[in-house]
T-cell receptor, first 114, second 111 residues
């Protein structure tokens, strides 16, 4: 089965706190992609990052960092020093077989309060 | 580079009526998708096109939903007749590389 689980439905933090969004995936494919998207109130899904299954190197981009661990089938996303503008729904997605068809998790709603 | 364009942004119809959504993908993107996002859930793929051919429509309710991609560019998604459970945001996306780029979606309310 191909599946993405985001166990955290909602997270509420105060500005400048660090926050980690969890993502666990299931697939039998050896080649696949993992993604994170941000959905602000405007509704558009904004691409944040892509990882392929052969690249377990963690990545940092500004205040964002991603931890990919195949051993635990996890692809977690950390925002450092959160800001109010980070408030959105964040989706983790799986692209099985290396194709673009995306299987999304249910999303985590992040609220950052001043 | 212009993004994925969708119209209309909002649509309210009564059940059993018909509705159509339009999508113009990013220029040069051969792959186009329609996703359905029900409130509080992640997007679910309805149909995937490669140029003007259907790659995957396994989750499209074909008794009421139809989609076409004219000349491998623009696409329309139609619902006929609509049901209350079709209330959702319909997202169009296009891609050339593995990542897909999404439009702002059409929010459909069926009353």
């Amino acid at each position: 089965a191909q599946k993405v689980t985001q166990a955290q439905t909602e997270i509420s933090v105060v500005e400048k706190e660090d926050v980690t969004l969890d993502c666990v995936y299931e697939t039998r494919d050896t080649t696949y992609y993992l993604f994170w998207y941000k959905q602000p109130p405007s509704g558009e899904l904004v691409f944040l990052i892509r990882r392929n299954s052969f690249d377990e190197q963690n990545e940092i981009s500004g205040r964002y960092s991603w931890n990919f661990q195949k051993s635990t089938s996890s692809f977690n996303f950390t925002i450092t020093a959160s800001q109010v503008v980070d408030s959105a729904v964040y989706f983790c997605a799986l692209g099985p077989g290396g194709y673009n068809k995306l299987i999304f998790g249910a999303g985590t709603r992040l609220a950052v309060h001043p | 580079e212009a993004g994925v364009a969708q119209s209309p942004r909002y649509k309210i119809i009564e059940k059993r009526q018909s509705v159509a959504f339009w999508c113009n993908p990013i220029s040069g993107h051969a792959t186009l998708y329609w996703y359905q996002q029900i409130l509080g859930q992640g997007p679910k793929l309805l149909i995937q096109f490669q140029n003007n051919g259907v790659v995957d429509d396994s989750q499209l309710p074909k008794d009421r939903f139809s989609a076409e991609r004219l000349k491998g560019v623009d696409s329309t998604l139609k619902i006929q007749p609509a049901k209350l459970e079709d209330s959702a945001v319909y997202l169009c996306a296009s891609s050339r590389d593995p990542e897909a780029f999404f439009g702002q979606g059409t929010r459909l309310t069926v009353v």
